[in-house]
């Protein structure tokens, strides 16, 4: 049976993949620095607790990333898969936005990326794994006040590529950009599901909002060994919406 690890895995995209991979007869290491989104995360998921492993881990922290490795390893045995998932964002405008608030975004969301990468790597290599690192629509559309977040996702892209030539052909590196992906009704139980409207769906080419059901699929597409032609890639998952021309 196969190990994967999925960063931020207690809420949103990260939990609804972790129940995929369950599904598809892995055994997961969910990573998670919300210890409260952990906590439910573990209440919700009892009956399938022979194949999970809780770990309280900020991917922004070598010390904690060295930790949770050598805890996957003492309990799995083996790494075969790295989902790097955890993410933040801060929206400000730029005269707001502190120091602080934008290292933290960058630690979590790039820092972290390269830090689960450079510590799960010999494990991976071993397994002749893979690494899916969540890049973002936002490496290359921005809202405004989004500059942290859309600076880390653009680095990712590029850290992919760069992982990509660097650890094959013993490690297969991909990137995926999700686009609008509701989440609201995924996160920990005292966060209200948003309402989504008529325009909301419309407004996409594919005709919907994007679920977090859309990208577990796309990641077990990936990491699937049938797919080890493909590496060093993004895959964009937006409905469409970045190649809409929006005329007002």
Known sequence: M?????????????????????????RVAVWEADTEAL???????????SQLLFVSCDVSSEVNVKKAVDQTLN?????????????????????KLTLDEWNRV???????????AKHCAPAI???KGCIINM????????????????ASKGAILSLTHSLAVSLGPSIRVNCISPGWIDVSALKKAKSKPD???????EQHPAGRVGTADDIARMILF??????SFITGQNFTVDGGMTRKMIYV
């Open 2 to 26: 196969k190990t994967a690890i999925i960063t931020g895995g207690g809420q949103g995209i990260g939990r609804v993949t972790t129940q995929y991979l369950i599904t598809h007869g892995y």
């Open 39 to 49: 906590a439910e995360m573990r209440d919700a998921f009892k009956a399938s607790s």
């Open 75 to 95: 309990h799995f045995g083996q790494i075969d898969v790295l989902i790097n998932n955890a993410a933040q964002m801060t929206r400000k405008p730029i005269d």
């Open 106 to 116: 960058i630690g979590t969301n790039l820092t972290g990326t390269f830090l689960c």
């Open 125 to 127: 290599a071993s397994q």
């Open 135 to 150: 890049c973002s629509t936002r490496a290359f559309q921005s809202e405004p006040d989004t500059f942290a977040y859309s």
């Open 195 to 201: 309402d989504l409207s008529p325009e909301d769906h």
């Open 222 to 227: 990936l990491i699937s060994p049938e797919n």
